[in-house]
């Protein structure tokens, strides 16, 4: 749902299912092969291929539905309506999660990697390190998962002039002026920005939420305004949804060959200018591009109903996305050294955060429609 605007369910349902996996996603994080804030003994092969493959698409597909949603809004409430709304919704708990989340979160984890553990010193001691960096990567070391909203405000303002043109074209449900793309270029003009941007990119900063990944995701969200305002550019996108998923396969044993040379670790965290580097950057930016396709695909046949839950849900994605992952770091770092094994402490990680998390998000939501 839109503010003021239009309520497309198939976009709603993916915003709860995207938001619920990135839940799944931080409660596999103390289980996979890379550091966390909490970290199990053991890892987890099952759980870290999750969380690789997911990572691929999942924040794709969240800066695809942020764009398409903020068009939707946008359409209803004028730019200044929007722009102001969005604003207050996304500075408020960006600078209450700095304040308040992220000290506690950073708590939690030195107390559980066997740091100090004097409470009252520690919020003054967190923010007072705080150093600002020119890079985007400077919002997730100090907000976590925070760092989305961070992401998702500068992307909004950096959009006012594409979306005040768009609302100047005199129907926004006919094709741009000069946009003559269709079924097969309308899917692949995207990817090859993406492509040469990311080839450009990544191998000069690939680490999470550097400007490789800055500029993949402002990459999607335009893609999600510019599919909204341009409905054959959204149709374009939703054909051969079969078509698409049955190439996935073939696309993934691509990575095979390229695994020979290196680990899925080495090609993700340092790519380089060659063969093999523009290779699996290639791979990884297909992989995510067909993926994202696949789900607002069929999302947008099978995801069409509005029961409930989903008007329910809808409204508190927001909540829940702020509250998890504090909740997750506070369980996770009081179940790991219970001793009940690897999927035994997952599940149950998995089943408390989620009744807590929901049980947070009850307040928020009611009365919007």
């Known amino acids: 749902m839109t503010e003021r605007g239009e309520r497309i369910n198939w976009?709603?349902?993916?915003?709860?299912?995207?938001?619920?996996?990135?839940?799944?996603?931080?409660?596999?994080?103390?289980?996979?092969?890379?550091?966390?804030?909490?970290n199990y003994p053991e890892h987890s092969p099952v759980l870290a291929i999750y969380s690789g493959f997911g990572y691929l698409f999942g924040m794709p597909l969240?800066?695809?539905?942020?764009?398409?949603?903020?068009?939707?809004?946008?359409?209803?409430?004028?730019?200044?309506?929007?722009?102001?709304?969005?604003?207050?919704?996304?500075?408020?708990?960006?600078v209450l999660g700095l304040i308040i989340l992220s000290p506690l979160q950073a708590y939690v984890a030195a107390l559980a990697s066997g740091?100090?553990?004097?409470?009252g010193a520690f919020p003054a001691a967190y923010?007072?390190?705080?150093?600002?960096?020119?890079?985007?990567r400077w919002f997730g070391e100090y907000g976590y998962h925070l760092w989305f909203l961070a992401f998702l405000l500068v992307y909004v303002v950096a959009s006012i002039p594409y979306l005040s043109w768009l609302l100047r074209q005199p129907d926004a449900s006919q094709p741009l002026p000069g946009n003559g793309l269709s079924g097969r270029s309308a899917r692949l003009l995207p990817l090859a920005v993406l492509l040469a941007t990311q080839?450009?990119?990544r191998p000069l900063a690939p680490a999470y939420r550097d400007?490789?990944?800055?500029?993949?995701?402002?990459?999607?969200?335009?893609?999600?305004?510019?599919?909204?305002?341009?409905?054959?550019?959204?149709?374009?996108?939703?054909?051969?949804?079969?078509?698409?998923?049955?190439t996935m396969p073939v696309v993934l044993i691509m990575l095979v060959p390229m695994l020979s040379h290196a680990s899925p670790l080495e090609l993700e965290h340092d790519p380089e200018f060659s063969l093999i580097g523009l290779?699996?950057?290639?791979?990884?930016?297909?992989?995510?591009?067909?993926?994202?396709?696949v789900l607002i695909g069929f999302g947008s046949v099978y995801l069409t109903a509005r029961p409930a839950v989903l008007s329910w849900a809808s409204p508190r994605v927001l909540p829940f996305y702020v509250i998890h992952h504090p909740v997750v770091v506070v369980v996770a770092a009081a179940l790991v050294g219970v001793g009940w094994g690897l999927w035994a402490t997952f599940g149950a990680i998995l089943a408390v955060s989620l009744a807590v998390t929901l049980a947070l998000c009850l307040p928020f939501g009611r009365g919007r429609r």
């Open 11 to 38: 976009i709603d349902w993916l915003k709860v299912l995207v938001v619920f996996g990135a839940f799944v996603f931080h409660a596999a994080q103390p289980f996979v092969l890379t550091g966390w804030l909490i």
């Open 62 to 94: 969240m800066f695809f539905l942020a764009g398409a949603t903020t068009w939707l809004a946008v359409r209803g409430r004028g730019i200044g309506g929007h722009t102001g709304l969005r604003v207050r919704r996304l500075v408020l708990p960006l």
């Open 279 to 293: 290779a699996y950057i290639s791979w990884r930016t297909v992989v995510g591009w067909l993926m994202v396709l």
């Open 199 to 201: 080839a450009v990119l």
């Open 115 to 119: 740091g100090p553990a004097d409470i």
């Open 211 to 246: 400007w490789a990944d800055f500029f993949l995701w402002l990459g999607y969200f335009l893609v999600g305004v510019t599919a909204l305002a341009d409905r054959r550019l959204l149709v374009a996108l939703l054909e051969h949804r079969r078509l698409v998923l049955w």
């Open 127 to 136: 923010l007072g390190s705080l150093t600002f960096s020119f890079s985007p």
